[in-house]
């Protein structure tokens, strides 16, 4: 008599149960807060869509609710880092405010010695590297010039490392200009480094002592940061770039950020296009 033999059943390894999404609106509240004290951005306009995104990384964390989360990214530098690069808008794009850059450009040309310029934030690099481009036809030394662009989002500070961008992201460029300072990469494009000042990118938040090591410079651009800032915060910030602008340096801002009535700067005009230089009066 023969038996046949029982075939094994599979096994099914038990998905591992998903803790609820967090519903603490109160914790919400304290993870904004906590955001804030730490980068300045205030998330309380955007609350609804944070929520959305927050809640599906917490469950992805087995984080129960706002509060454990908000514990957590102040006790672990790691996650808290997953968590900034989450919550932080990195949408730019390259010869954005074109006519500033170009003004700005020509201030540097009138300098003497080496240039240092900032980029804060520098987002993915667009800002960067469209200043490196400018700065090379303007016919300045590029071993005179160098350029650091700092962040508090890692994501944006490896993509601009790495120097490679999207058509979407070139949209403003001539095809003459895509062809000199870019390489085809698949669908994508990498700028051509070696024919650039030097770009550098450094992983910084303006609010910690690593921003004032950074030394001075001669030209800031800070652009569509401050929109996201209080006006507690924004003075914060324009007290920061007063202690690392060099006293004949040019400060620019995005057209949409609001500066603070401060004594610390004087406002000044070219066209229509608006930059700030440190107050005369601290200067003599």
Do not use: W
Not at 118 to 133: K, N, Q, T
Not at 173 to 195: C, Q, T, V, W
């Amino acid at each position: 008599m023969f038996f046949r033999k029982k075939e094994k059943e599979p096994i099914v390894e038990e998905k591992p149960k998903l803790v609820p999404l967090p519903s603490d609106d109160d914790g919400l509240v304290e993870f904004i807060q906590t955001i804030k004290k730490i980068s300045g951005v205030d998330l309380t306009p955007k609350q609804d869509v944070i929520k959305h995104r927050l809640s599906y990384f917490a469950q992805a964390h087995s984080i129960a609710t706002f509060r454990d989360l908000s514990n957590k990214i102040l006790g672990d530098s790691l996650f808290r880092q997953e968590a900034l690069n989450l919550v932080t808008v990195n949408e730019t794009y390259f010869y954005r405010e074109l006519l500033q850059l170009e003004i700005a450009v020509d201030f540097a040309k009138s300098l003497q010695g080496n240039i240092r310029i900032l980029s804060a934030p520098c987002s993915s690099g667009d800002e960067v590297y469209s200043i490196g481009m400018l700065i090379s036809q303007a016919g300045i030394n590029i071993d005179r010039v160098s350029i650091c662009g700092i962040d508090i989002n890692s994501d944006a500070i490896k993509q601009g490392e790495e120097g490679i961008y999207s058509a979407r992201s070139l949209h403003r460029l001539s095809n003459e200009l895509r062809n000199s300072f870019f390489d085809p990469l698949g669908k994508d494009f990498k700028i051509k480094k070696r024919l650039l000042p030097k770009c550098e990118y450094k992983l910084v938040n303006i609010f910690d002592e690593d921003f004032l090591n950074l030394g001075e410079f001669d030209i800031i651009f800070s652009r569509n940061m401050m929109i996201y800032f209080d006006e507690a915060y924004r003075l914060k910030t324009i007290e920061r770039f007063y202690k690392v602008l060099k006293d004949n340096g040019r400060m620019y801002v995005g057209h949409a950020d609001l500066i603070p009535n401060s004594v610390l700067f004087d406002k000044n005009m070219i066209g229509r296009v608006v930059y700030y230089q440190k107050a005369k009066k601290y200067l003599d």
